[in-house]
């Protein structure tokens, strides 16, 4: 096995910012290729985050200490046993070798990843959000001109331009769904209570993702959680299945990233660990390419809401995979039949 990284700059077609974040205009993501002494090539990508304390650097020394003699295609959970005893963090560095495990798996197995994990996929039926980043009511208002045909709206706040933002928004689209995620953005209990029952006035909002840090109190939260008048979901707090325990006394619903749980395999834990505690589900991402991106799309099937849209928020993607027409997901049109179901443009 040969592994092969590479950095790709992705440019976003609008500045973007969250409640934690000043904003960018260019997110950096890592590529890893894995190749098979038969030839059988996988491809899987990191898009390392500051809040997780990773960043391009750390996805590239990681990849350093990998051994690619110790990985297969063969058998994905023991190379991702073997990635642990290098690191029991980094996990978006494990997140692209997983993705690229699978892709190879699957390509061996002549199988699609979703039939590989037993999920399959419905094309258009899967119905992912646009996300909105925080900005200047004007140029909010103008974002959300651009996203006209997209069914459901993701709508970054946490900041004092909220209430004007939401109304520029309304402005445009009066009645669409809107999905709001506060990025750990309100800091007390009373605070998010607040700022949720004010939102909660507007009937096309679907839930609140991540109001108050993670680092807060499990009291705290199920004090929000018993008053909210909207479901709220966690972000930040939920990473692997064995967080569920936690995640379900404190939320309504978990927003499950691969970037988070090291990959699809353990995306797949997570979701179903979240599933079998009653909660309702979603995949979202970062800003990424269609490796990332499509990687999400093949855990579809064991989510009630998709929010995987990064690749649709830049403008030099350079691959292609699953289809995104104004929110429905389909990969009927992808080149590849096998594995992830991605190409080079």
């Not at 045909?149 to 909220?162: C, M, R, S």
């Not at 799309?297 to 289809?323: F, R």
Request: charged share 25%; net charge neutral.
């Amino acid at each position: 096995m040969k592994l092969n990284v590479k950095r790709l700059d992705l440019t976003l077609a609008h500045k973007w910012t969250i409640a934690r974040t000043k904003g960018t205009n260019v997110s950096p993501v890592i590529v890893v290729e894995l190749i098979g002494a038969d030839g059988t090539v996988g491809v899987g990508e990191a898009a390392p985050i500051a809040r997780y304390k990773e960043s391009i650097d750390t996805v590239e020394e990681f990849c350093k200490k990998v051994d690619p003699r110790a990985l297969s295609f063969g058998d994905v959970g023991g190379s991702m046993t073997y990635l642990d005893t290098i690191s029991d963090r980094d996990m978006s560095a494990k997140c692209a070798i997983n993705i690229a495990l699978l892709d190879g798996a699957g390509k061996k197995a002549k199988k699609p990843i979703y039939d590989l994990l037993g999920l399959g996929f419905r094309d258009n039926h899967h119905v992912s959000s646009f996300t909105i980043g925080i900005d200047k009511p004007d140029v909010f208002r103008k974002k959300v001109q651009e996203a006209n045909g997209f069914p459901i709206l993701k709508v970054k706040v946490g900041v004092p331009d909220d209430k004007d933002n939401l109304a520029a928004l309304r402005e445009v689209a009066p009645e669409i769904t809107i999905r709001v995620d506060a990025n750990e953005g309100w800091k007390t209990k009373e605070d998010a209570l607040a700022n949720i029952e004010r939102l909660a006035a507007d009937k096309h909002i679907q839930y609140v993702e991540q109001p108050m840090p993670a680092s807060t109190s499990v009291k705290d939260w199920t004090w929000l959680k018993q008053r909210s008048p909207l479901p709220i979901f966690g972000d930040e707090s939920y990473h692997l299945a064995k967080d569920i325990t936690k995640a379900a006394e404190c939320f309504h619903g978990v927003n499950v990233k691969l970037v988070k749980t090291a990959g699809i395999s353990g995306g797949f834990e997570a979701l179903q660990a979240a599933r079998k505690a009653g909660l309702k589900t979603m995949v979202g991402c970062m800003i990424e390419t269609s490796i990332l991106i499509s990687a999400a799309a093949h855990l579809a099937e064991l989510c009630d809401y998709l929010d995987v849209d990064g690749n649709i928020l830049c403008t030099n993607d350079p691959y292609l995979g699953v289809a995104n027409s104004n929110g429905l997901l389909s990969f009927a049109g992808a080149l590849e039949k096998f594995g992830l179901r991605v190409t080079q443009r």
